[in-house]
């Protein structure tokens, strides 16, 4: 049964870079004192303050909390019954505000793209929050959730289709444009410096199967081919975010008990022949913005996303969904996503236990709410054979 908790749910980072989108999307969605119950939580009282104030809600509850204060990571997770985790980079940040929820039995989302991190928290706390019967999302947002939802559709058609899911699918990136924030630098940063300094984080980046402890499928495509490919007529190559993203499509199925078979393939590629693929510059560059800062409103809202992912059956029969939005990925557009996921969580009065991947425990309904809600579509249709 649901949690019972003064607040359906709170954004913990409220002031940061990403967690000010999320308070303007769901100020401007949901209020105040409508259907959901929220509030802000951080370590700057006046900061919080300050944001409620620019957002012109006066009765947002604010919450005082500070990843280095148990106490009142506690006291946040026991008024909420989830608690959005807007702190990043996650491998520094993240780990006390799970645990606080796990403590008091509030769920957990996050926008995680560190998978080296995630497979830690797996290990540790995948069996004692099913134990306790939390619920925690990770990877919420553009990635990984509108990739996953992507696969699931294409799937879903290819079962209705073909009476069987398709053994191998394959992600293609056509189009993006984004920009980046000091956070997303900051986790670059922080990232790259622990697989520098550790081989076995370095393996575990490597990994497709990394995220699915106990199971490993098939040989998968090593990502790192530059070839032209008919289905699209373009030219693909490797893409950063594959290392996380294939992680999470690989732990979807195992989630879900492999409906798309233990033998499932997959692989994210990018367009590389167009300028049009864009990720916003280096996190490494040295005018890479700081924590808490990012680009501004109109260039936010400049950026796009169009994927195409591809189910193939053995008789090479194809099926194809093609995910789109308007609106940074990263940022923008993820913001409008992890709202969605927060009230959708909220309102299930069932969700299931353990460290899950947003599709796998919300469904394929959740597509259907991100198209309405949150401007993300998502187009199937029957490709001819390759």
């Not at 059956?313 to 409008?336: F, H, M, N, W």
């Not at 299930?348 to 949150?374: C, I, K, Q, Y």
Request: hydrophobic residues 40%; charged residues 25%.
């Amino acid at each position: 049964m649901a949690r019972k908790a003064e607040l359906d749910f709170v954004i913990f980072g409220a002031t940061g870079f990403t967690g000010r989108l999320i308070a303007k999307r769901l100020a401007d969605t949901y209020g105040d004192g409508g259907k959901y119950r929220w509030g802000l939580a951080g370590r700057d009282g006046p900061g919080l303050a300050h944001l409620r104030d620019r957002l012109g809600w006066p009765r947002l509850p604010l919450i005082l909390a500070d990843v280095n204060d148990p106490r009142s990571l506690d006291e946040m997770a026991r008024r909420a019954r989830f608690v959005l985790s807007a702190v990043g980079p996650y491998q520094l940040y993240g780990t006390p505000v799970l645990e606080a929820c796990l403590r008091e039995g509030a769920g957990y989302v996050d926008m995680c793209g560190e998978p080296h991190w995630m497979a830690d928290m797996i290990r540790r706390y995948d069996a004692k929050a099913r134990e306790r019967g939390v619920t925690a999302l990770l990877s919420c947002g553009f990635d990984s959730t509108v990739w996953e939802l992507g696969v699931m559709a294409v799937q879903e058609t290819a079962q209705s289709r073909f009476g069987r899911p398709a053994p191998e699918v394959r992600s293609r990136l056509l189009r993006m444009k984004g920009a980046l924030s000091g956070g997303t630098a900051a986790t670059a940063r922080e990232t790259i410096s622990r697989m520098m300094g550790s081989p076995q984080v370095a393996a575990l980046l490597r990994d497709p199967f990394a995220l699915t402890p106990g199971f490993r499928g098939p040989e998968q495509p090593d990502g790192e081919s530059l070839r032209f490919d008919p289905d699209i007529a373009r030219t693909v190559g490797p893409i950063l975010m594959a290392a996380i993203n294939t992680k999470n499509i690989h732990r979807s199925n195992f989630l879900q008990g492999h409906p798309w078979g233990r033998d499932f393939r997959y692989e994210e590629l990018a367009v590389i022949d167009d300028e049009e693929v864009s990720d916003g510059g280096s996190p490494l560059a040295a005018t890479a913005p700081r924590p808490g800062d990012g680009p501004p409103r109109s260039v936010l809202e400049a950026g796009y996303f169009d994927i195409m992912v591809i189910g193939i059956d053995p008789s090479g029969r194809r099926i194809a969904c093609e995910v789109q939005a308007k609106g940074d990925p990263a940022y923008l557009a993820t913001s409008r996503i992890v709202s969605e996921i927060l009230a959708a969580a909220s309102e299930a009065p069932v969700l299931p236990a353990g460290l899950w991947t947003a599709g796998a425990a919300l469904g394929s309904g959740l597509a259907d709410r991100l198209t309405r809600s949150a401007d993300v579509t998502f187009t199937t249709s029957v490709l001819a054979k390759g």
